[in-house]
C-alpha cells in the first residue's frame, strides 16, 4: 500500500474542468484529486505522465477541454474518464500548430532540422 507522500495525486483547478493535472506519474489505479474538485478520488484507466491530464468525465468528440475554468481545446476523439489527455485526442484552440507537434515529446512533425 502507498503511504501518503507516494499516494497518486491530481489538482482540479477549477470546479468546472472537466481535467485534472497529475502531479506525479500516474500508473492506472486510485488518484486523490486535490484543489477545487467535485470528488475525492479518480480512477486512472491508463499511465498519466506528471504535469499532464487525466480526464475526469467521459468526454466525447469534438467537446471543449476545460482547465482553469475556461475551454483550452477541443478533443479529437472521445476521451474515456480516467485516460490521459494530450495532444494524441485533443488539440488546442490557442496553438494552431498543436495539431503537428508529437504527442509524446512536443517536438514539431513538421519541421525538419538539419
Known sequence: MRGIMEQ???FQINETDNVATALQECKP???QLLGDCTF???EAV???PLGHKIALRDISTGESIIKYGVV?????GNIPKGSWVHLHV???IYDQRS????AVTGAPKDTQYI
Not at 495539431?99 to 508529437?102: A, F, K, R
Request: proline residues 4%.
Open 40 to 42: 475525492p478520488y479518480i
Open 46 to 48: 491508463t499511465d498519466i
Open 90 to 92: 485533443m488539440e488546442s
Open 29 to 31: 489505479g486510485k488518484v
Open 99 to 102: 495539431s503537428h507537434l508529437d
Open 72 to 76: 483550452i481545446g477541443r478533443s479529437t
Open 8 to 10: 497518486q495525486s491530481a
